[in-house]
């Protein structure tokens, strides 16, 4: 058990802070840029609700399940302020893109949150916190999400970033934000506002400060990472920058919108070593009629030919994907498509959804909303194709030996977990002292989740040694 950070002398005393985060990578992001901020008020993070003097539930709108959840566990933290006098002191704050896109309506019908905080206000947290005083009572009704205002965040953020607390050798980094697509499903644009990219000066700085600290991997996240127009050469020249930042080895970006994905980022797979062989690369359907109802702006065949453009520059390269099916107006030879496209590409890993109707967005008024149980069959057809095509992809890889950056420890004594270039996550037996650390692992066997191997001979003797007092 680790004990509870010591405040440092002169600073404000220790106050919990618990984050729970929901939806993608980059709530994830900024959840650690919300403790971030929040840190030089005496807040630190602690891994429950139990107790904590402030909650933040960084929220997802993305599907009607991840906004619900929400509602479920503001009634929890109720419950639990109500109940628990540790926790009686307890202010709730929602933030992400339910605050974002439901604001007022969190605020009526969830009087028990404190604070309603969209995605590009989060920096103003302590303002908001110091404002309203230290009663429950009095923080009552705040809320700060209506505007975007992606670029002052990103300003307000800069201090902070250099003090960024890393918490292992691979780390987000947020280069891009917004989206000007509009997929006719989706309420990413509703809800995290139009396309900004962060200054490249910026972006190097944070990941110098990370690399400082040891971090090895980034991944370049944005809700389209490879439209980034903040240096000349777009995202391919922000790799090749980024590649020369002493001690980063390792180079991944998402998500990216196959319209974007254009012929100098395709080079840069081919060329630069630390650009890892990964690529998140969503097509939704397979159905050309369906894609162009979704305002994809691409075809089933255009697609695939970007596909054996990037196989070309990169051979190896795993692919993933997203898909929606039951999309409204969706038929059977339709989703045959989607199956069909599917069999051509051959992902190495994808998620895949059941459409989900959101309030505001063009296909929720779209006739022709498919049944639920036709949606739940097709799930079911794609994901059992996909989940085939994955293990196939993992198997492939047993008997080879690629270099794998350990991040963690593994479940068991003596084991350390860590990811292959593919995004693949490896076990091996190995000291604690890999963490950090890239070092070649022959594949010897895959798991439903995982990989597992032994460290290759030259850095099983190496690890040996650096065990053995000097
Ligand atoms: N910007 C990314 C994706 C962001 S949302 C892109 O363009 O690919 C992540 C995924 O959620 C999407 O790719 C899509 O597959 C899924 N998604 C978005 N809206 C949805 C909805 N209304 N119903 C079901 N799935 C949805
Ligand atoms: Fe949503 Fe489409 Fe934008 Fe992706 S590109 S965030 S799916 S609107
Ligand atoms: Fe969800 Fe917002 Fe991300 S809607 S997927 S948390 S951008």
Redesign the pocket.
Known sequence: MTAAPEPQAGSAPEKRLFIKTYG?QMNVYDSERMADVLRPLGYGVVDSPEGADLVVLNTCH??EKAAEKVYSEIGRLKELRAEDPASAGMSIAVAGCVAQAEGQELMNRAPAVDFVIGPQAFHKLPELIAQSGKTRSRARGERLSSEFAAEEKFDALAGPAAARKVTGPAAFLTVQEG?D?F?T????PYTRGAEFSRPAGAILDEARALADQGVREVTLLG??VNAYDGAPGGLAALVRALAGVPGLDRIRYT???PRDMDAALIAAHGEVEALMPYL???V?SGSDRVLKAMNRAHTAESYLRLIERIRAARPDIALSG???VGFPGETDADFEATLALVRAVRYASA????????PG?P?ASMPDQVDETVKAERLARLQALLEAQRQGFNAAVVGRTVPVLFERKGRFAGQVVGRSPYLQGVFAEGPETLIGQIAGVEITATGPNSLSGRLAQNTADQATAMMEPA
């Not at 499903?185 to 990413?188: A, E």
């Not at 998620?351 to 959101?358: A, E, G, L, N, Q």
């Open positions: 993608c993305i599907r989206c697509k997929c499903f989706c309420v990413v809700q389209n998500t990216s919108h998140h690369l969503p939704q997203d898909f929606i998620f895949s959804f059941k459409y989900s109707r959101r967005t296909a």
